[in-house]
Structure formats: C-alpha cells, structure tokens
T-cell receptor, first 112, second 111 residues
Framework: DAMVIQNPRYQVTQFGKPVTLSCSQTLNHNVMYWYQQKSSQAPKLLFHYYDKDFNNEADTPDNFQSRRPNTSFCFLDIRSPGLGDAAMYLC???????????FGSGTRLTVV | DQQVKQNSPSLSVQEGRISILNCDYTNSMFDYFLWYKKYPAEGPTFLIS?????DKNEDGRFTVFLNKSAKHLSLHIVPSQPGDSAVYFC??????????FGAGTRLTVKP
C-alpha cells in the first residue's frame, strides 16, 4: 500500500544532543509537511516542501531544520533539543489540488 | 492565532447514540473542511470532508454539516460504536494555503 512512513516511532534524545527524524513516502506527492503536536494541542505546522522549495513557518524556531534530498524522503533535524521540544512529530504529504493530507504514524520524541 | 477551534476537549457517548463533534473557525477564506480521526500511537487518518459550496456531506454513519454564516461545522456519528473512540481533529484550508487544525476532541463511546 502507498503510504507515509516515519522512523523511528519513539525517539529518546539527550538535552542538547542533535536528533534527526525521518519520513518517507511512496505516494509520489509533491508536498511534504512536518507538524509538531503537543498533548491536547492542535498539530502545529513547522515547515513544508513543495518539491524542493522549502517554506518555513514564521514562528518555527531556528533550532528546527529540514532536508528533502529527493521526492520520497524528508528529514527533520533538531539541532539542540530542549525539554520543550518533547512532542509527537507528524509527517504528512499532499499533492496539488488535493486538499487531503496523508499522515505518517508520527515519531514521539522524548528529551531527557 | 488559532483559526480553527474545537472547544470540547472530550465527549462521552453511549453506544448506539449520536455523537456530535463541533468545530468553529475564524478565517472566512477557508473553503474546504476535513475531519481526521486519530488512534493512540498512530497518525491522523482522513475521515470525511466538505467543500464550502455544500452544507452537508454524508458517508455511511458519518455526516458533516457546514454553517458558513456561523463559521461552524459539526461531525455527526450515528450510531456511535466503541471502535469510534478516538481523537477527532477538525481541519480547514484556504486556496493555496496550508491546512490548519483544531486541538482535537477525544470521543469515548461506552458499550
């Protein structure tokens, strides 16, 4: 089945230690998104790629970076994780003209 | 700036009864609305959607109603089943803009 896959499902990292979360898709969608979701809050868009064009939300901290080496893969890099960065990170994809998003299962990040 | 609001964090319903989940929005440019369902430890999955040119869309036990003048939409589940227990996110998008989500409502359907 075509899908969006996020690895790992659970990630524990040390305070200040760089961490990378990965997302891959087999849908060949142009657009890939990274959302941060904290408990009982709406998923918050961090940034998205339209093909290779990177779009950063104005309030996304500089601590968060992203890479999209090809259509299938997108990475979220957190350069110096703080305790406040502990959250569920969701990757989603969409294609132009299609309002619906397809989500991965998410990566739950714990910062210790 | 929370453009999509789900004011009820939780809802509990008896099996077989109707579940009504509500959502309000503030951006009049939104023209497409979606509901996503999320089980624990999984990503949100698409449930049902509605375009702003409609006021109702039905898919089996799920119906979404849109009241544009009130900037309000609701999701009705009839009859509710225990397997419907999940967090439901309302989402909205405007042309050429990204989707905005509500904070979710946790639905519990009791047997």
């Amino acid at each position: 089945d075509a899908m969006v896959i996020q690895n790992p499902r659970y990630q524990v990292t040390q305070f200040g230690k760089p961490v990378t979360l990965s997302c891959s898709q087999t849908l060949n969608h142009n657009v890939m998104y990274w959302y941060q979701q904290k408990s009982s809050q709406a998923p918050k868009l961090l940034f998205h790629y339209y093909d290779k064009d990177f779009n950063n939300e104005a309030d996304t901290p500089d601590n968060f970076q992203s890479r999209r080496p090809n259509t299938s893969f997108c990475f979220l890099d957190i350069r110096s994780p703080g305790l406040g960065d502990a959250a569920m990170y969701l990757c989603a994809t969409s294609s132009p003209g299609n309002y619906g998003y397809t989500f991965g299962s998410g990566t739950r990040l714990t910062v210790v | 700036d929370q453009q999509v609001k789900q004011n009820s964090p939780s809802l509990s319903v008896q099996e077989g009864r109707i579940s009504i989940l509500n959502c309000d929005y503030t951006n009049s440019m939104f023209d497409y609305f979606l509901w996503y369902k999320k089980y624990p430890a999984e990503g949100p999955t698409f449930l049902i959607s509605i375009s702003s040119i409609k006021d109702k869309n039905e898919d089996g036990r799920f119906t979404v109603f849109l009241n544009k003048s009130a900037k309000h939409l609701s999701l009705h589940i009839v009859p509710s089943q225990p397997g419907d227990s999940a967090v439901y996110f309302c989402a909205a998008s405007a042309p050429d803009n990204d989707m905005r989500f509500g904070a979710g409502t946790r639905l519990t359907v009791k047997p």
